[in-house]
């Protein structure tokens, strides 16, 4: 495993749902990402937090609400969500060390959301 | 503007051949560019990076990868695959911005027998 948890992993809601998707990760890394992953496109960076501050929005519409409470957490809330926001969203953390060097992402899992 | 280009939707090799995943990419600047592997109902592995240096990189599981800068390429390679390296790999290159990644979309390998 690689140290990035996700839960629940699948999960299925109604568009007048509220509903939110944790990440932990627990490799003491300082950025945590949210990405949205749809069959045949590139993977969507949705969301970016370094040291708890976000500093990436990627023109996501506000039914999708980030929490980033502690460099080890992440929540993604979702309400009144759309049928096209049926995806794989993926968590991701990575140890940002600026220009002196250039650390991978580490994944979790995923959280496969279904849409109805 | 940052972008990488996986041209194949799926590559087919036979097991014990030499496989070739494709990737292209566009950046302003000096590229890191990166590979990864997903398997099915899992998040994604890092395979190996490209920062500087040697254009071949050498990276987990016998993947490597040469980065060519006058073709902005950046192809994975495997001497010779196995039926276990099936699974979806997506090349990733860093922006400007260090907390930006930018991902192709994907390229599913098929390994047969």
């Known amino acids: 495993e690689t140290g990035v948890t996700q839960t629940p992993r699948h999960l299925v809601m109604g568009m007048t749902n509220k509903k939110s998707l944790k990440c932990e990760q627990h490799?003491?890394?300082?950025?945590m990402y949210w990405y949205k992953q749809s069959a045949k496109k590139p993977l969507e960076l949705m969301f970016v937090y370094n040291f708890k501050e976000q500093t990436e929005n990627n023109s996501v519409p506000s039914r999708f609400s980030p929490e980033c409470p502690n460099s080890s957490h992440l929540f993604l809330h979702l309400h009144t969500l759309q049928p096209e926001d049926s995806a794989l969203y993926l968590c991701?953390?990575?140890?940002?060390?600026?220009?002196?060097?250039?650390?991978?992402?580490?994944f979790g899992p995923g959280t496969r959301l279904t849409v109805l | 503007a940052q972008s990488v280009a996986q041209p194949e939707d799926q590559v087919n090799v036979a097991e014990g051949n030499p496989l070739t995943v494709k990737c292209t990419y566009s950046?302003?600047?000096?590229?890191?560019l990166f590979w990864y592997v997903q398997y099915p109902n899992r998040g994604l592995q890092f395979l190996l990076k490209y920062i500087t240096g040697d254009n071949l990189v050498k990276g987990s599981y016998g993947f490597e990868a040469e980065f060519n800068k006058s073709q902005t390429s950046f192809h994975l390679k495997k001497p010779s695959a196995l039926v276990s390296d099936s699974a979806l790999y997506f090349c990733a290159v860093r922006g400007r911005n260090f907390n930006k990644f930018y991902f192709g979309s994907g390229t599913k390998l098929n390994v047969k027998p």
């Open positions: 490799l003491g890394h300082n950025a």
């Open positions: 950046v302003s600047g000096n590229p890191y």
């Open positions: 991701a953390s990575s140890q940002q060390t600026g220009l002196a060097g250039v650390d991978e992402q580490f």
